[in-house]
């Protein structure tokens, strides 16, 4: 049970390159987000899903876009990369509980950095 | 204002101390909170989930006050592994599907 993967661990773009990140999970959970953490901003979240082929945006949504076409796995996709992109990325995933969202499990991260 | 307010700290203290953080939320509709912890170049994981009655985990004490909209984490006895940072958490609203995190309060124990 490896719970919340994601994939890659470290990038580094140039300005204006493109690239998707991959978040897994094997929980059977329902719901899944997208976050990024910056110094002194907390977590934000960007993009999230509460169900197969469903995505909806977050607080902070552009510059990005994203797909839930299999139950398990949450894709974050960056058409045209800027610096202020350069980012921890998060993704996240849980089952409701009786007040709605309930413990989020995260995965490990990706560092990116845009140059 | 931030949705979820917290000192960031750094709170230093020494191993065996007793040290308290405190966080407001802003949102009188929020009904799930938390406390995570995140420990350097980590992901952020549950520490404790915060009741209305007020719950414990060991050293860990986490209260709400929902009249004030302030939720507290008392850690007793500290250890040096306790040494990271915590965020305090808010369901956004009843029944939401999203959670707001604060900025955190970072922890350092020292021998």
């Known amino acids: 049970n490896a719970g919340v993967t994601q994939t890659p661990k470290f990038r580094v773009l140039k300005t204006g390159q493109s690239m998707t990140l991959l978040c897994a999970q094997d929980?059977?959970?329902?719901?899944m987000y997208w976050y990024r953490q910056d110094p002194g901003m907390g977590l934000r979240l960007i993009h999230y899903s509460v169900g197969e082929g469903t995505t909806a945006k977050g607080e902070v949504p552009d510059g990005y876009n994203v797909s839930r076409l299999k139950k398990q796995n949450f894709l974050l996709g960056l058409e045209s990369a800027a610096p202020s992109q350069t980012s921890v990325y998060f993704c996240a995933s849980t089952t409701p509980g009786p007040f709605g969202t309930d413990t989020q499990y995260f995965g490990p991260g990706t560092r990116l950095t845009v140059l | 204002r931030k949705e979820v307010e917290q000192d960031p700290g750094p709170f230093n203290v020494p191993e065996g101390a007793t040290v308290a953080f405190n966080c407001t939320y802003s949102n009188s509709a929020s009904q799930s909170f938390f406390w995570y912890r995140q420990d350097c170049r980590k992901e952020p994981k549950l520490l404790m989930s915060v009741y209305s009655s007020g719950n414990e985990d060991g050293r860990f004490t986490a209260q709400l006050n929902r009249a004030s909209q302030y939720i507290s984490l008392l850690i007793r006895d500290s250890k040096l592994s306790d040494s990271a940072t915590y965020l305090c958490v808010a369901g956004r609203s009843y029944n939401t599907d999203k959670l707001i995190f604060g900025t955190g309060t970072r922890l350092q124990v020292f021998p």
């Open positions: 929980m059977n959970h329902e719901y």
